[in-house]
Each structure stands twice: as C-alpha cells, then as structure tokens.
Antibody, heavy 114, light 111 residues
Framework: EVQLLESGGGLGQPGGSLRLSCAAS????????MSWVRQAPGKGLEWVST???????FYSDSVRGRFTISRDNSKNILYLHMNSLRAEDTAVYYC????????WGQGALVTVSS | DIVMTQTPLSSPVTLGQPASISCRSS???????????LSWLHQRPGQPPRLLIH???NRFSGVPDRFSGSGAGTDFTLKITRVEAEDVGVYYC?????????FGQGTKVEI
C-alpha cells in the first residue's frame, strides 16, 4: 500500500524558515511527480508546489521565491523548504502523488506566529 | 489561472437518496496529451482528502460504485446513487491539467 508520511511541521516565526519532509514507500518514487497541497484552518485546499519525475519545479504565486521543493530519489523523500514565512502560510501541508493526486499523507501542521 | 466553481456549496441529503455536485472550469481541461485531468476528492472532518474519481470518470481503487463522475470540456458532475452515512464531509473538484493546479471551493454534504 502506498504510504506518504509528512514530518517537520511546527511553530515558525514570521520571516523564519521550516523544512517539511515526506517519506514515500511502496511505489516507484522516481517515476512520479510529487506535490504539496495545503489547507488553512477551516478553509479549502490550495496547491502549493509540484516537482516532476524529471525534476521540473512548479510553484503557486503565493510561495514562489520563498519556498523550494526538492526530492531525494535515493531516499524516496520529498521536501519543502519554506523561507520568509508569513502568518498566511499557517496550514496543514499535505504531500500528494501524481497529477491526479491519488495518494495523500496525513498532513503536517505549520503554524507561523510570534 | 483556471477557476473551478462548484455548485451547490452545501447539500443536505437524505440517506438512501441520490446526490449530485457540479463543477465548472473557466477553461477547457483537455491536456495536450489528450487526457482531462479532473479529479473528485472527499474529505471527512480531521482527515486528509482522498481521491474518488480521476480523469472525469475513472473510479479510484476501493471507491464504491455508488460514486460516478461524468462531463467533458468545462462541465463536470459527481453523482452518488444512494447516499450512505459515511459519505458526509466536503467534496472538492480539482484540475491538474494546467499549473497552477486549482480546486473548487468545496461542497459540504450533510445528512
């Protein structure tokens, strides 16, 4: 069974940095595009970023220039490096697989507050 | 950006009765590869979303056959033939055809 397990969430300072990780298992990680989708408290879903199987990177306007997506294919781990954090980045961040978002992790809560 | 508009935003339903949710996109969702990347997701409170339907009408593994998807181009529909108690929650449509990927606002289904 496909598993995606996020880690690294927590409290971040405005202007600060956090790094999220997503450990993937039970599928051939190298052949799939992987994405981050977030959900602010009580709100809907928002796509954040995608990295293709070949390494192409895509970002939403709200995070471009502040967040960086990356992947370690030797360890089957997806990352999201978040810099210049803002209060509006507070959300649960989900790791998802493929263009049809067929698998989701349990999510990692990121709270940005002083 | 492609805007995804769902109707209704709230849907009171009766157990055993059908339910339907519509999703309209502001542009065609046909990708250059010929596929239409329109997915339907279901989220229960406190849970991550889970995929129900992908590429308009393909039921994902383990999804009951009371769920079906249809549509083409810019107009899409999710139907539940007979609502069960476990079907409550929020349903989202999502397009993965063009970046930025976008979601509908969500439709809350409650008994």
């Amino acid at each position: 069974e496909v598993q995606l397990l996020e880690s690294g969430g927590g409290l971040g300072q405005p202007g600060g940095s956090l790094r999220l990780s997503c450990a993937a298992s039970a599928f051939t990680f190298t052949t799939y595009a992987m994405s981050w989708v977030r959900q602010a408290p009580g709100k809907g879903l928002e796509w954040v970023s995608t990295i293709g199987a070949g390494g192409s990177e895509f970002y939403s306007d709200s995070v471009r220039g502040r967040f960086t997506i990356s992947r370690d294919n030797s360890k089957n781990i997806l990352y999201l490096h978040m810099n210049s954090l803002r209060a509006e980045d507070t959300a649960v961040y989900y790791c998802t697989r493929s263009r049809v978002v067929d698998s989701w992790g349990q999510g990692a809560l990121v709270t940005v507050s002083s | 950006d492609i805007v995804m508009t769902q109707t209704p935003l709230s849907s009171p339903v009766t157990l055993g009765q059908p339910a339907s949710i519509s999703c309209r996109s502001s542009q065609s969702l046909v990708h250059n590869d010929g596929n239409t990347y329109l997915s339907w997701l279901h989220q229960r409170p406190g849970q991550p979303p889970r995929l129900l339907i992908h590429k308009i009408s393909n039921r994902f593994s383990g999804v009951p056959d009371r769920f079906s998807g249809s549509g083409a181009g810019t107009d899409f529909t999710l139907k539940i033939t007979r609502v069960e108690a476990e079907d409550v929650g929020v349903y989202y449509c999502m397009q993965g055809t063009q970046f930025p990927w976008t979601f509908g606002q969500g439709t809350k289904v409650e008994i």
